[in-house]
Each structure stands twice: as C-alpha cells, then as structure tokens.
C-alpha cells in the first residue's frame, strides 16, 4: 500500500517534469502538451491522498501489529476491532446483475 502511494507520487511528479520537457513545438500544441501533463499529474496526486486516506485505518492496524509482535515476545496485547467499509463500483454491481440473469 504505501508504495502504491509512493508510486502515484512520484508519477505526478513525473508528468508535472514532462511539462517544462516540451520546447521547439507550436504555441497551440506546447499548451496542450502542457495542460495534459499537468492534468494528468494531478490525477495522480489525487489518487495518492485518496489511497492514503482509504488505506489509514488499516496501515495504522498493521503498524500496532507489527511493533507490538515485533518489539515483545508478549502476544497476548488484544487489539481493538477494525472496521474498513469498502465501497462497490457500479461497473462491480452492473457485472453482478448481468451474472444474476
């Protein structure tokens, strides 16, 4: 999870880099290089916070579970419960209809 989300934002910077990469062209196709690659880096960072955000609960989890079976031999440390809502596509559900029939 967290390199997706250190993926998503390197490629945003990487599209963001693609901007300033784009000379010796016509005014008209720089300013739409420009503005697709600009776009296109937004999206990116977009999706980053958004994976971050979705994904915190159970990195948060994963990061008790780890330091407390890690750092003692003491496993009997109980956790709270973790509720992750998981949220279904329309495409997912059109698919399961078209399944049904």
């Known amino acids: 999870m967290r390199r997706s989300v250190l993926f ?8 963001r880099q693609r901007v300033s990469g784009v000379d ?11 503005g697709y690659a600009t776009e296109q880096g937004d999206v990116e960072e977009r ?9 915190r609960a159970v990195r948060e989890r994963a990061q ?7 750092s003692s031999s003491d496993s009997s440390t109980i956790l709270p419960d ?6 279904a596509r329309e495409e997912e559900e059109e698919c ?6």
Do not use: N
């Open 24 to 34: 010796g062209k016509p005014t008209h196709v720089l300013e739409g290089l420009r």
């Open 8 to 15: 998503c934002l390197w490629r945003a910077q990487w599209w």
């Open 96 to 101: 399961d209809e078209e399944a049904d029939d």
């Open 64 to 70: 008790t579970v780890l330091s407390t079976h890690l």
């Open 82 to 87: 973790l509720v992750v809502e998981l949220e």
């Open 47 to 55: 999706r980053a916070v958004f994976w971050a955000a979705k994904w």
